[in-house]
């Protein structure tokens, strides 16, 4: 078993910064990447951006040039850096390991609000 647990979500107006952070714990062996989606009220969850185990990482072109995703392998933690944040950032986000047999692992979302 793997814990997923985030952090770092708020209120924030827009053009402002937030870090999102996920600790994991447990199994982490059977994890090979872990990435960051979103899900918005009457919205399906979206990807917003993954990062292997080897350090390749993905994003969606919505937040390509503002975000920026990474991981301190010693603390077990991926980081999710919001800049120049918009109103329709906000969200919940969720943070997720992606493992090759079985069910993804995903914490409990940590919530994102935007607005002046």
């Known amino acids: 078993q793997v814990q997923l647990v985030e952090s770092g979500g708020g209120l924030v107006q827009p053009g402002g910064s937030l870090r999102l952070s996920c600790a994991a714990s447990?199994?982490?062996?059977?994890?090979?990447?872990m990435g960051w989606y979103r899900r918005t009220p009457g919205k399906q969850r979206e990807l917003v951006a993954t990062i292997t185990n080897g350090g390749s990482t993905n994003y969606a072109d919505s937040v390509k040039g503002r975000f920026t995703i990474s991981r301190d392998n010693a603390k077990n933690t991926v980081y999710l850096q919001m800049n120049s944040l918009k109103p329709e950032d906000t969200a919940v986000y969720y943070c997720k390991g992606a493992v090759v047999t079985g069910p993804n692992y995903w914490g409990q979302g940590t919530q994102v609000t935007v607005s002046s």
């Open positions: 447990g199994n982490i062996f059977s994890i090979y990447a």
